[in-house]
């Protein structure tokens, strides 16, 4: 199968796309973009003989114009193989796009021609699958039916089991500015982020900083040099097991971008959700923890330093619910990969249903 996917350096991407390959290792998995050297072998062997299905993986790619590449990348496939399913994948939200190119005339928007070509490609798979509940709301919204939400294809990742914390104020923080925000509100996050910093440090708790991406290391690295140049930068975005079991050390962890808070939910760390895209609503509304979510232009010092506190009087209770989610969530993947495998008469050896009968979202 050719499975289309993110391949972009940073730590979301490479989580997701691990999860999905891992698994769908029943079958023969190539991740792949109609690259000029793909349509080459097009050309020569044939992506048909290949290949016999594709699918579309996790992230936020579903309503992508023209011009990124994922729409593209899409239609090109389903006219060349048998589309499969779409694996947990996110929607853009068209009123955040819209938000976005009103502040910034280089933005891209989303319009009636590419909701159509959407709608259009999605009715070739066999399966579709979203990351979360606004996402399916969106799809619903452009007129298709069915989807099922599976959660964000990370939650794979969800350990088997809780550990308990030690309870030392301990506290794992991701800052970033790439990408677009709401109301441009980079420099006011990292603006409430430094005060929120310093109440930490007066209160005794130990800092790390977690970067996702290159570009999230040069700004914790520019907001440490002057008054936290004592804060420890963990870099390991590009290992994310490793980057799982550094953010399983803290007692709670304060994330901006998406895949550190879902790293964080993986081990059971109680998350705050700076939402700096619809995507980090989608998430938390989905998994039950909207109280911790605060879109970016709201962002109050005074709300960070609330939550941060009763997450860490509460840290069992959290843990507890973030563990029944999480598995929730990855046996309904699971679930949905037997039933995929199945219908291309692909059986893993003892593989079952993974949902115990009459399991329900709590």
């Known amino acids: 199968m050719v499975h289309i996917r993110c391949v972009f350096d940073n730590l979301g991407d490479i989580l997701v796309a691990n999860a999905i390959e891992e698994m769908l290792s029943g079958m023969n998995v190539f991740s792949a973009m109609p690259s000029r050297l793909l349509k080459v072998f097009d050309g020569t062997i044939g992506v048909q003989r290949a290949f016999a299905y594709s699918g579309l993986g996790g992230g936020t790619l579903v309503l992508a114009p023209r011009g990124i590449g994922w729409l593209e990348a899409v239609e090109y496939f389903i006219h060349k193989t048998k ?138 690295q520019d907001v440490c040099k002057d008054d936290f140049a004592e804060i420890p930068i963990c870099d390991l975005h590009r290992k994310p097991q490793a980057f799982i079991e550094r953010v399983a050390e803290q007692d709670v962890f304060l994330g901006t971008k998406l895949h550190s808070v879902i790293s964080a939910f993986c081990s059971y760390t109680p998350s705050i959700m700076i939402g700096y895209q619809p995507k980090c609503y989608d998430f938390m509304k989905t998994m039950g923890f909207e109280r911790y979510y605060m879109r970016s232009d709201q962002l109050e010092a005074e709300w960070m330093i609330s939550c941060i506190q009763e997450m860490y009087e509460n840290i069992e209770g959290i843990q507890k619910r973030q563990f029944e989610i999480c598995q929730y969530y990855r046996n309904k993947q699971l679930d949905f990969r037997n039933r995929v495998l199945k219908s291309i008469g692909i059986s893993i050896p003892g593989m079952t249903s993974s949902l115990p009968f009459g399991a329900a979202k709590q």
């Open 83 to 220: 589309p499969l399913c779409t694996f947990g994948t996110g929607v853009i939200d068209p009123e955040f796009r819209a938000h976005v190119s009103a502040l910034n005339r280089d933005s891209f928007s989303i319009d009636r021609g590419t909701v159509d070509a959407w709608r259009s490609c999605l009715s070739h798979f066999r399966f579709v699958t979203v990351r979360g509940v606004e996402s399916e709301r969106i799809v619903k919204e452009m007129g298709f039916f069915p989807v099922e939400v599976i959660g964000d294809p990370a939650i794979y990742y969800s350990r088997p089991n809780i550990v308990p914390k030690k309870c030392r104020k301990r506290i794992g923080v991701n800052m970033s500015v790439s990408s677009d925000f709401w109301g441009n509100s980079q420099k006011l996050v990292l603006e409430r982020m430094r005060t929120a910093l310093h109440w930490l440090r007066q209160e005794g708790w130990r800092i790390t900083i977690f970067p996702t991406e290159p570009r999230d290391h040069r700004v914790a």
